[in-house]
């Protein structure tokens, strides 16, 4: 069995990225990892992009793009123009990053969010991709004593929704990743790792709190691809802290 792939989420470089986008990547690929996962693309041209990661030899399985949650027609719009450059640097898979969710939803708001997510999924899905969804911690406030994130992946159709499960906002949010993970397997070609050191604060993956080695070894079964870091806050700097996230996956045989 395939063992998933090790990659970046771009905006855990966001401070390198916004000065030097593709220099920041190439430092990637020197460090090891073997995929990235885009949060923006700062006004790159697509055959530029697409030149730097086949001379890296870096995997792009997929993109944050964000949605217009106030207006279906300026969502689609948005999603229409992010799709033709994801065709061009030749994603599959597009992922929503985030979602607005009430204080105290309700199954209404539930039905509202899953029919914007799913009309999203079916354009992505004409388009030739695939679409996700990353959570917080956040969709897993209950709704009718069940977590809002299972009402969604009840809601929308498995074709046109996948979830990219964020491990440690699943920690955060009083559920543990090996149950999501096993839940939802075949349905989870992403996941996000995570770790959360004291508080809210986010650390280096394996210096926290969340259990993220249990989801290593259900990773086949789950049908997961990809693992990709993810970090916001950072002790020394944001590149070193990406090079200690990687070294867990080498001691874990990754």
Do not use: C
Not at 59 to 72: N, Q
Not at 120 to 126: D, I, P, Q, S, T
Not at 144 to 167: H, S, T
């Amino acid at each position: 069995m395939t063992k998933p792939i090790v990659g970046l989420q771009l905006y855990t470089l966001r401070d390198l990225t916004e000065m030097d986008f593709l220099g920041t990547i190439h430092k990637v690929a020197e460090m090891g990892y073997r995929a990235v996962e885009f949060a923006g693309y700062f006004d790159t041209p697509a055959k530029e992009l697409k030149a730097v990661l086949d001379s890296t030899g870096l995997e792009a399985p997929s993109a944050h793009v964000g949605l217009d949650f106030t207006s279906p027609e300026k969502a689609r719009e948005q999603l229409a123009k992010q799709i033709e450059y994801a065709q061009e640097i030749g994603l599959k898979y597009m992922v929503t990053p985030w979602a607005p969710v009430p204080e105290d939803p309700t199954e209404d708001d539930v039905d509202s969010l899953a029919a914007i997510l799913e009309a999203a999924g079916r354009l992505v899905n004409e388009a030739g991709m695939k679409y996700g969804y990353h959570n917080h911690d956040f969709e897993f406030k209950l709704v009718n004593g069940k977590p809002l994130m299972d009402f969604l992946l009840e809601r929308v159709p498995a074709e046109y929704l996948f979830a990219e499960f964020d491990l440690g906002w699943i920690h955060m949010g009083g559920q543990k990743p090996l149950d999501y993970v096993t839940r939802y397997a075949g349905r989870v070609p992403l996941v996000h790792f995570k770790d959360f050191g004291e508080g809210r604060r986010d650390t280096e993956v394996g210096k926290g709190v969340v259990d993220l080695k249990s989801v290593l070894g259900v990773a086949g079964q789950a049908g997961i691809e990809y693992f990709i870091v993810e970090q916001e806050e950072f002790r020394s700097s944001s590149l070193e802290s990406a090079k200690i996230s990687l070294e867990f996956f080498r001691e874990n045989g990754f």
